[in-house]
C-alpha cells in the first residue's frame, strides 16, 4: 500500500521513501526534484519558496514531468518551509505539474487531499535526468578565505571552516529532523530566504547561527534562484542579516561581493 511520507529535507531520504509520496519540507526547484526522483518516491510536494526569480521555485515540476512523476507545490505563507509536518497539515497546493494534474490534483486544495490523489499514481520507471555540479569554487584570492558556492547547504563539509559559503537553501530551520550545527563552521554563510513565508520561517536560522559564531545572511528570492548558488553570487541582494553579519557592516541591499568583503574583514580582524 502506497504511504504518505513527510520529511524535513529531500537530502535525507532512504530506501522507505522509495514508491511512496513524499511531503517534503524542501523548496520545488530542480535539485529538490532531481534528488526526489533520484531516491524513487512515486510522486512529491514541495514548497514554492517564494516562487522566487526566474520561478525557480516551481523548477521541479517541469522538470519531473520529464519522467512522468507527479509534483506539485504548496503557497509559501500556507506552511512552513523545512517542516513536513507542518505542510501536510495546513499546506495549500499553489502550483501542479501535468502529471499531477492528469490524477485530479489542483490549484487550491489542501495539501492533503492532493497527496491522497497522488497516492493512486503508477510508479513512474526510469532514472533521475542528470544534474549537473552542485559544489564549486566561486573565489580564491591570496590571503583571504574561499568563496565556495554550493546549491544546498547539506554540501558543506567539515573542510569549510573558516569559508565563506554561498548556499541556495533556504534559510529555514527543520521542523523535526535534528538541527545540526553547519558542518565546519564556515566563517559566513548565505541562504536564499524563500521569500520569507509563513511564521517568518525562511530566515529562522539566521540568529541560531549568531550563537554558532557564523556571520550569516539571507538573499531575497526575487533576487537569486533558490537551488542555484551560482545565480546568488552573480544576483543576490541580500535581504535580511544576523546580528554577527550586522556587527560586519553588511546589510540589506549589498550584493554578494560585499558580504563576502565585509565577512573576510570581520573575520580578518579588520
Not at 56 to 78: C, F, Q
Request: hydrophobic content about 45%; aromatic content about 4%; overall charge negative.
Amino acid at each position: 500500500m502506497t504511504e504518505i511520507i513527510c520529511a524535513d529535507s529531500v537530502t535525507v531520504l532512504d530506501a522507505r521513501h522509495r514508491g511512496n509520496v513524499l511531503v517534503g519540507g524542501s523548496h520545488g526547484g530542480i535539485y529538490a526534484g532531481y534528488l526526489a526522483a533520484k531516491a524513487g518516491v512515486r510522486a512529491v510536494i514541495l514548497h514554492n519558496a517564494g516562487v522566487g526569480k526566474d520561478q525557480a521555485g516551481l523548477g521541479s515540476l517541469a522538470y519531473l514531468d520529464g519522467i512522468g512523476m507527479p509534483a506539485a507545490v504548496l503557497g509559501h505563507m500556507t506552511a512552513r518551509i523545512a517542516d513536513g509536518q507542518d505542510q501536510l497539515a495546513r499546506g495549500i497546493i499553489s502550483h501542479v505539474n501535468e502529471a499531477a494534474e492528469a490524477l485530479g490534483c489542483r490549484v487550491g486544495e489542501s495539501c492533503q487531499d492532493c497527496a491522497r490523489r497522488m497516492a493512486g499514481a503508477g510508479q513512474w520507471q526510469g532514472s533521475a535526468p542528470a544534474f549537473g555540479e552542485s559544489r564549486f569554487l566561486l573565489r580564491a584570492r591570496d590571503g583571504e578565505p574561499q568563496v565556495w558556492g554550493v546549491d544546498s547547504t547539506s554540501l558543506v563539509r567539515p573542510e569549510d571552516k573558516g569559508a565563506v559559503m554561498i548556499t541556495a537553501s533556504h534559510g529555514a530551520i527543520f521542523g523535526s529532523a535534528e538541527n545540526k550545527p553547519i558542518a565546519g563552521p564556515p566563517l559566513a554563510v548565505i541562504f536564499n530566504d524563500a521569500g520569507v513565508g509563513a511564521d517568518d520561517c525562511g530566515v529562522a536560522r539566521l540568529p541560531a547561527l549568531d550563537g554558532e559564531g557564523v556571520i550569516a545572511a539571507t538573499v531575497g528570492a526575487a533576487t537569486a534562484r533558490i537551488g542555484d548558488a551560482r545565480s546568488a553570487w552573480e544576483s543576490g541582494i541580500i535581504s535580511h542579516a544576523n546580528a554577527l553579519a550586522e556587527a560586519a557592516g553588511i546589510m540589506p541591499g549589498d550584493n554578494l561581493e560585499a558580504f563576502a568583503d565585509k565577512a573576510i574583514a570581520r573575520g580578518q580582524g579588520a
